[in-house]
């Protein structure tokens, strides 16, 4: 990066909420009006991670991020390692990559994307006692990452993520 680059790159800090996915985090700090970068290339690239961050915001954990980049990101948001490592699933956990899931009963109250409802283990809500959302149960379109949650919405219908708790179905965990 050039003296000229750094210098007209903006950061604002962005903190993120208590399990939130890296997904949905790296979302909303690139939308924050302070924030210069609106693309995930260009954020890794300034962190010097080449293309790493792509990769995450689609929950692909392989190669899985290592101290060094996790500390390089974290200093240009403004966040340590270990604050951002909690955004990620803990290592060798297994995640749902081809699709994504989420809690409509969670997101009405509290509207962000959260990491365990990427684990293959987790299919359900324990809190709401709901099988997690993939798809609108309006339209049937997939769930779009979270990286583009901007109105919390189907991208096709414009169905609202939280009215789309009234349509998840029960959910009980095996005992």
Request: net charge positive.
């Amino acid at each position: 990066m050039t003296e000229t680059e750094e210098v007209s790159l903006w950061i604002a800090k962005v903190e993120p909420y208590e399990g939130e996915s890296v997904s949905h985090y790296f979302g909303r700090f690139r939308r924050h009006e302070l924030n210069s970068i609106s693309a995930p290339t260009g954020l890794s690239i300034a962190a010097g991670l080449g293309f790493a961050l792509s990769r995450w915001e689609k929950f692909r954990f392989n190669p899985f991020p290592d101290r060094k980049e996790l500390a390089a990101m974290g200093k240009l948001v403004g966040l340590d390692a270990d604050r951002l490592l909690a955004m990620f699933p803990p290592k060798g956990t297994s995640t749902v990559n081809r699709s994504t899931r989420f809690c409509a009963a969670c997101y009405a109250e509290a509207p962000y994307h959260r990491i365990e409802w990427q684990f293959e283990s987790t299919e359900g809500c324990a809190r709401h006692q709901l099988r997690l959302i993939s798809r609108c149960p309006a339209c049937d379109e997939k769930i779009s990452l979270p990286v583009e949650w901007v109105e919390g919405k189907c991208q096709k219908c414009g169905m609202k993520f939280r009215s789309m708790a009234k349509r998840q179905k029960p959910y009980v965990k095996p005992i």
